[in-house]
């Protein structure tokens, strides 16, 4: 884990980018029959706690992931 920091480098972005298509993934095998609107205010909220949690230092895949399951979860 790094230190917190104010930017996220475009290797990070990849990253997240990464994080964020296993989230939706999961997500979507959850909850398959949201409409459009509602899709539109998850995913806005899952790039939310990606970088969130990435501009902490965290950028390693599997905790990006998690961290933001967990708190998709408990919204």
Known sequence: MRAARKYVTP?????????YRSVWTVLCHE???IN???ARELSDKVT???????LEGVIDLETLRDRTLAEIARL
């Open 11 to 19: 290797v990070d972005m990849q990253i997240i980018y990464r994080a």
């Open 31 to 33: 909850k398959p029959a």
């Open 36 to 38: 459009s609107s509602e």
């Open 48 to 54: 939310r706690k990606l970088v969130e949690v990435a």
